[in-house]
Nanobody
Protein backbone atom coordinates (compact mmCIF):
# COMPACT_ATOMS: atom_id res chain seq x y z
CA UNK A 1 0.00 0.00 0.00
CA UNK A 2 0.99 3.65 -0.23
CA UNK A 3 1.07 6.31 2.47
CA UNK A 4 0.34 9.95 1.71
CA UNK A 5 1.01 13.07 3.76
CA UNK A 6 -0.09 16.61 3.05
CA UNK A 7 1.82 19.81 3.77
CA UNK A 8 1.77 23.40 2.65
CA UNK A 9 -1.57 24.63 3.92
CA UNK A 10 -1.84 27.88 5.81
CA UNK A 11 -3.51 31.25 6.17
CA UNK A 12 -3.71 33.57 3.18
CA UNK A 13 -5.69 36.65 2.22
CA UNK A 14 -8.34 36.50 -0.47
CA UNK A 15 -6.74 36.69 -3.90
CA UNK A 16 -3.58 35.02 -2.70
CA UNK A 17 -2.00 31.67 -3.57
CA UNK A 18 -0.93 28.47 -1.86
CA UNK A 19 0.58 25.23 -3.14
CA UNK A 20 -0.10 22.29 -0.85
CA UNK A 21 1.92 19.14 -1.51
CA UNK A 22 1.06 15.48 -1.12
CA UNK A 23 4.14 13.32 -0.50
CA UNK A 24 3.81 9.58 -0.98
CA UNK A 25 5.79 6.62 0.30
CA UNK A 26 5.45 2.86 0.12
CA UNK A 27 4.44 1.01 -3.00
CA UNK A 28 5.20 2.24 -6.51
CA UNK A 29 3.58 5.65 -6.47
CA UNK A 30 3.35 5.88 -10.23
CA UNK A 31 0.71 3.10 -10.19
CA UNK A 32 -1.70 5.26 -8.20
CA UNK A 33 -4.18 7.92 -9.21
CA UNK A 34 -4.25 10.80 -6.72
CA UNK A 35 -6.87 13.36 -5.78
CA UNK A 36 -7.38 16.32 -3.51
CA UNK A 37 -10.58 16.57 -1.49
CA UNK A 38 -11.68 19.28 0.89
CA UNK A 39 -14.11 19.54 3.76
CA UNK A 40 -15.35 22.82 5.14
CA UNK A 41 -16.91 23.07 8.62
CA UNK A 42 -20.44 21.67 8.60
CA UNK A 43 -20.16 20.47 5.00
CA UNK A 44 -19.49 17.18 3.26
CA UNK A 45 -16.26 16.16 1.63
CA UNK A 46 -15.83 17.56 -1.88
CA UNK A 47 -13.61 16.28 -4.68
CA UNK A 48 -11.49 19.24 -5.78
CA UNK A 49 -8.99 17.84 -8.28
CA UNK A 50 -7.66 14.52 -9.53
CA UNK A 51 -4.72 13.33 -11.60
CA UNK A 52 -4.21 9.98 -13.31
CA UNK A 53 -1.30 7.72 -12.51
CA UNK A 54 0.56 8.95 -15.60
CA UNK A 55 -0.22 12.59 -14.96
CA UNK A 56 -1.69 12.83 -18.42
CA UNK A 57 -5.29 13.25 -17.30
CA UNK A 58 -6.51 15.78 -14.77
CA UNK A 59 -9.93 16.91 -13.63
CA UNK A 60 -11.11 19.85 -11.55
CA UNK A 61 -14.32 20.71 -9.76
CA UNK A 62 -16.28 23.48 -11.45
CA UNK A 63 -15.84 25.66 -8.36
CA UNK A 64 -12.06 25.77 -8.82
CA UNK A 65 -11.62 25.65 -12.60
CA UNK A 66 -9.46 28.49 -13.84
CA UNK A 67 -7.94 28.97 -10.37
CA UNK A 68 -6.50 25.60 -9.28
CA UNK A 69 -4.25 23.16 -11.08
CA UNK A 70 -3.09 19.68 -10.07
CA UNK A 71 0.18 18.14 -11.12
CA UNK A 72 2.44 15.27 -10.11
CA UNK A 73 6.12 14.52 -10.13
CA UNK A 74 6.53 10.75 -9.98
CA UNK A 75 10.28 11.06 -9.58
CA UNK A 76 9.66 12.98 -6.35
CA UNK A 77 6.53 10.92 -5.53
CA UNK A 78 4.69 14.16 -4.92
CA UNK A 79 1.44 15.68 -6.11
CA UNK A 80 0.87 19.42 -6.00
CA UNK A 81 -2.27 21.53 -5.85
CA UNK A 82 -1.57 25.04 -7.09
CA UNK A 83 -4.31 27.30 -5.74
CA UNK A 84 -4.53 30.84 -7.11
CA UNK A 85 -7.09 33.61 -6.66
CA UNK A 86 -8.19 32.06 -3.39
CA UNK A 87 -11.59 32.95 -1.99
CA UNK A 88 -12.92 32.73 1.58
CA UNK A 89 -15.17 29.88 0.44
CA UNK A 90 -12.05 27.83 -0.32
CA UNK A 91 -11.42 27.62 3.42
CA UNK A 92 -11.40 23.94 4.38
CA UNK A 93 -9.26 21.03 5.42
CA UNK A 94 -7.66 19.67 2.27
CA UNK A 95 -7.01 15.93 2.04
CA UNK A 96 -4.85 13.97 -0.34
CA UNK A 97 -6.05 10.51 -1.35
CA UNK A 98 -4.68 7.74 -3.56
CA UNK A 99 -6.08 4.66 -5.27
CA UNK A 100 -4.62 1.94 -7.42
CA UNK A 101 -5.26 2.70 -11.06
CA UNK A 102 -7.58 -0.34 -11.30
CA UNK A 103 -9.82 0.81 -8.45
CA UNK A 104 -12.74 3.22 -8.55
CA UNK A 105 -12.52 4.51 -4.98
CA UNK A 106 -9.76 6.24 -3.07
CA UNK A 107 -8.62 4.05 -0.21
CA UNK A 108 -5.43 5.71 1.07
CA UNK A 109 -5.88 9.02 2.83
CA UNK A 110 -3.70 11.60 4.50
CA UNK A 111 -4.49 13.47 7.71
CA UNK A 112 -5.30 16.73 5.96
CA UNK A 113 -3.90 20.25 5.92
CA UNK A 114 -5.84 23.36 6.89
CA UNK A 115 -6.29 26.14 4.33
CA UNK A 116 -7.82 29.36 5.62
CA UNK A 117 -8.60 32.29 3.33
CA UNK A 118 -9.38 35.58 5.04
CA UNK A 119 -11.52 38.25 3.43
Amino acid sequence: QVQVEESGGGLVQAGGSLRPSCAASGRTFSNYAVAWFRQAPGKGRELVAAVSWTGGTTSLADSVKGRFTISRDNAKTTVYLQMNSLKPEDTAVYYCAARESSRATYNFWGQGTQVTVSS
